[in-house]
């Protein structure tokens, strides 16, 4: 089948997966994942991507967008660690120009705080070095949520992306107080604002956007924006589901992503794809809500038009790049393969992807990465988790004692 496509991954949260356990969004980021992320060295950054991106490979992703890189994780390294493992990667770059989220001020950790300077010149640094590099590689920009960004900076970045021919991903209406924060300061829900920036559009990928109005998720599907659904992260900090069945009804182009270490816990698109079924069955109370046909085409060619790639990935199709992976049916839960699409959404797991092929090279054969040297990144990555961890100073919420 076509390889499968993370539409939004935070690759440097690979590393503290287990440490924000249990609370909602803007204490996890405030007291959680921004002080350890705060602490990254570059190094730590790009053990972290070749971990995330390991652990996508295994479980079938060939193609990603990335959310939201801050220059103390290294990009550059990054950049150089998606070209050595040969997968397929958008590569969005943060920017900002306050250290606040929604209503919150001053919350963004000082490890993590940059000038809007520093993240356009960086922008377009890797713009210019890496974007289409091996027909593998692609740079964005990735605008932090409003409250880190002002008006004036977002259709900056709008005009930048139009002169550049490169896309905008940001995260929009994840939570309550994203909803409030707008109403308060423009008097606009979410997608008006984003409409009011200029960062609407076939070049734009919008996150989560749980909490919308019909009238918005209509203005989403008349401007041809993109919509990545995490469902794993939303679920688990209680945010809400966003309401795909009703999206993809309206026209709106739909994708799918696994979000991060600490939200998910893992980057399992096969996983994943099961828990946008139930997920859609459950708030739609209707078991016919979205079919399984409609949750692989989130995890595929929706992923590839999202990125504007899909003439080239998403599909298998004569002409288009052989971004392949072989899925072993011959296990206990997917026998009889009596239905192998819904086999595909609510039966298989990560585990059972068995070889990977990306731009028609073999990327994993028998589950065995030829690309790297998986062994020496997961010990490396063990240690510098606990490292950073430790630097920190926070400790992981564990209820039992555990030896």
Known sequence: MPGLIDLHVHMAQAMIRGMAQ?????PWLRDYVWPLQGHYSKEDGKTSALLCMIEMLKSGT???????????????????????????GVLGRHVMDMPGYALEKSIIHPGLVETKEYGMKEVLHMYQKWHGK??????????????????????????????????ITMH?????????????????????????????????????????????????????????HNPSCNMKLGSGLTPVAKMLKEGVNVGLGCDGGPSNDNYDMIEEMKIAALGQALINEDPKAITAEQVIEMATINGA?????DKEIGSIEVGKKADIIIIDYWKPHLIP???????????????????????????MENRRILTVNEEKILEEAEK???EVV???GIKPIIHWTVE
């Open 337 to 363: 393969m009596l239905n192998p699409v819904t086999h595909l959404v609510y039966a298989a797991q990560g585990q059972d992807v068995e070889t990977v092929i990306i731009d028609g090279k073999i990327v």
């Open 134 to 167: 091996h027909g593998r590689i692609f740079i964005w920009f990735a605008p932090r949520t409003p409250g880190a960004v002002t008006v004036e900076t977002y259709r900056e970045i709008v005009a930048k992306a139009k002169e550049l021919g490169i896309g």
């Open 384 to 386: 510098r988790g606990h």
């Open 390 to 392: 430790r630097r920190t």
């Open 172 to 228: 929009l209406a994840e939570v309550k107080e994203d909803v409030e924060y707008f109403k308060k300061e423009f008097g606009m829900r979410p997608v008006e604002f984003c409409k009011y920036v200029g960062m609407l559009g076939t070049n734009v990928v919008l996150i989560h956007v749980v909490w919308v109005t019909d009238e918005e998720i209509k203005l989403l599907a008349k401007t041809g924006t993109h919509v990545a």
């Open 22 to 26: 249990y609370v909602r969004l803007i």
């Open 305 to 309: 038009k999202a990125l504007g790639l």
């Open 62 to 88: 060939t193609t990603f967008l990335e959310a939201g890189l801050s220059g103390r994780y290294g990009m550059e390294g990054i950049a150089e660690a998606l070209e050595q493992i040969g997968m397929r």
